[in-house]
């Protein structure tokens, strides 16, 4: 009788299992399904897989005494057989015989050990074999056959089948096993993977949740997002001055958010139903301070075609907020102060005196300290701001807000630019926290936006500056031309300046003319690009709002430049 003919059918349904299998994505139903499914073959007696777990009742396990107390075992998880004994087993109790089997004892120990099936050769010399179990005679057990659940080089156990016929009467059950052995592993491999993926989604979206109530709790406090213990300390200095109507002089770097930081104490203050009224003193041209602060009437000046109300007048009965007070020039100083000590100004070509009630907020990224050791800033209006200064952090001193930042920005752009919020990975956070942010929390809301620009699809992809810096100099002997610029430093310092400019005294108008040339060959040299390490601003020493400020005030036109 031909015994391959025979069992041809069954071959055949295998083939029908293999498509289950592939359907199939919970592994305690796939190992059920294919016990179940295998154990309908006529020869095959017992169908039993294990796979391999950490040990957990080692000193229960009959096989104690054999394992050496290893770290694994292998565990029964799907068992199913027929059993012709007197009386019968029950082959589907998964805590009876065969529970438990260390790595290298026994025929399926052997498997798992070595990663590989015991030919028939094997089995007829094993000395577990040939001492079988009273269980196994009493079933008239003939074969075995054993494969490894091998997924590339990971083991995660074995499928044995127990047979009354002899295994080597049987070649295509081999074969069909293996491939069976194959795809379980396969199967357990993909579903060890999709949990993973679970457990990370919901790990994410844990995190997620977290985040947004920490931001949640952040905003709390208006646009100021952060939980360092440097920012802590600033939102108490704002709670305690902002209910007052004391000055507040504001320092930090620029980016870090001094306007912010104004606007919340304005916000919490009693004059929150007022406006506040910001004045950037660094982008007004020089010849117009005292008409942009005070006001002027109609015919004061050449230009002056209507009468005019000041920033002062705007902001009465609220706050004004002096944004880089350290650009102001010295003349204005003095009446600045005046208007802070009486409340009292006129407009340029009127000689009525006007009475304001005003709260100042000013701000500086500049060493104050050092401009007034310079002669550049008046003393006595320091002490007058200075009631009660701030100091902001940069954010590389602050990296625990970093994280914060970063979700709140990509939450806000995205629902600025109609956007799915894109996610941004662990390896891309740590990224953000080790850059040095020379532009502070600007320059990271700048990346942000440029990376959600840049990024195509739904995983954030950062976008650096270029940290290649071309090296731009000038010339100490004066001769600024030739794409070579001086810094702001340089222009102020007295020994150089007196150098270039050969020890002659110059009229503000010639200055002016110095400072914008001085300009344009800062902008030749950069190509016109302004910000970035290899921006003119970064050239001449200056913050890039400044920049753009004096080029608005010498209008000066970029596009002609770069050509």
């Known amino acids: 009788m031909n015994i391959n003919s025979t069992y041809q059918p069954e071959f055949e349904s295998l083939k029908a299992l293999l498509i289950e299998m592939a359907m199939e994505r919970s592994v305690d139903v796939l190992l ?75 025929c399926i120990g052997k498997v798992a050990q070595n990663k590989k099936p015991l030919s028939p050769e094997d089995i007829k010399s094993d000395p577990d074999w040939q001492n079988r179990d009273n269980w196994a005679k009493g079933e008239h057990l003939l074969g075995f056959g054993g494969q490894p659940l091998r997924f590339k080089d990971d083991v995660f156990g074995v499928i044995a089948i127990y047979s009354r016929i002899k295994s080597d009467r049987v070649k295509e059950g081999r074969f069909w096993l293996n491939m069976i052995a194959n795809h379980t ?8 993977a999709f949990r993973q993926i679970d457990h990370l989604k919901s790990q994410l979206e844990l995190e997620n949740q977290y985040l947004k109530e920490e931001i949640n709790q952040a ?91 000041g920033r002062f007048q705007a902001a009465d009965g609220g706050t004004l907020f002096l944004d880089e007070i350290g650009e102001l020039p010295l003349a204005l100083q003095g009446k600045l102060l005046r208007v802070l000590q009486e409340g009292a100004y006129e407009r340029i070509g009127e000689d009525i005196t006007r ?34 200064p701030i100091e902001i952090e940069p954010l590389r001193n602050r990296k625990e807000d970093i994280r914060l930042l970063t979700y709140h920005f990509l939450e806000k752009i995205s629902s600025d ?9 662990s ?51 004066g001769n600024y031309l030739k794409n070579k610029a001086l810094t702001d430093k340089a222009l102020t310092d007295k020994a150089l300046t007196d150098k270039v400019l050969t020890d002659k005294v110059l009229t503000d108008k010639e200055l002016n003319r110095f400072v914008k040339k001085n300009i344009q060959a800062a902008l030749k040299a950069c190509n016109g690009k302004i910000y970035g390490k290899d921006g003119a601003a970064n050239l001449l ?23």
């Open 32 to 106: 059920n399904l294919i016990v179940n499914r295998m154990v309908q073959r006529p020869h095959i007696a017992l169908v039993r897989i294990w796979l391999k777990k950490k040990a957990d009742i080692c000193n229960k396990c009959s096989m104690f005494k054999l394992c050496g107390q290893k770290k694994e075992c292998l565990h029964l998880v799907a068992s199913k057989g027929d059993s012709i004994s007197m009386p019968p087993h029950n082959f589907s109790d998964l805590n009876g015989h065969g529970q438990r089997i260390p790595m290298g004892v026994t």
């Open 185 to 192: 592993a396969a199967a357990i491999a993909n579903a060890n």
């Open 219 to 309: 905003r709390s406090f208006g646009s100021i997002i952060g939980k360092s213990p440097s920012l802590m300390n600033i939102l108490n200095q704002i709670e305690l001055v902002a209910p007052t109507d004391a000055s507040v002089f504001i320092f930090g770097e620029s980016g870090t958010g001094k306007e912010l930081a104004a606007r919340e104490i304005h916000n919490r203050s009693l004059r929150k139903d007022k406006p506040m009224i910001k004045v950037n003193c660094a982008s007004i041209p020089g010849e117009l301070y005292e008409s942009e602060f005070f006001g002027h009437i109609k015919g004061a000046f050449t230009g002056a075609v209507k009468n005019r109300a």
């Open 355 to 388: 009475h304001v009630n005003v709260r100042i907020i000013a701000a500086t990224n500049k060493n104050i300290k050092q401009e007034i050791k310079q002669g550049r800033f008046r003393q006595d209006l320091y002490y007058r701001l200075n009631v009660f």
């Open 417 to 425: 630019m109609n956007r799915d919020i894109p996610d941004i990975s």
């Open 427 to 477: 390896a891309g956070i740590k990224q953000l926290i080790s850059y040095h942010w020379p532009g502070n929390v600007r320059e990271l809301r700048n990346i942000i936006e440029r990376s959600i620009i840049t990024s195509g699809d739904m995983n954030l992809k950062l976008t650096f500056p270029d940290n290649e810096q071309q090296p731009l100099s000038y010339n100490p002997a």
């Open 541 to 563: 020493g200056c913050v890039p709002t400044t920049l753009c400020s004096r080029i608005k005030k010498f209008n000066i036109n970029i596009l002609e430049i770069k050509k």
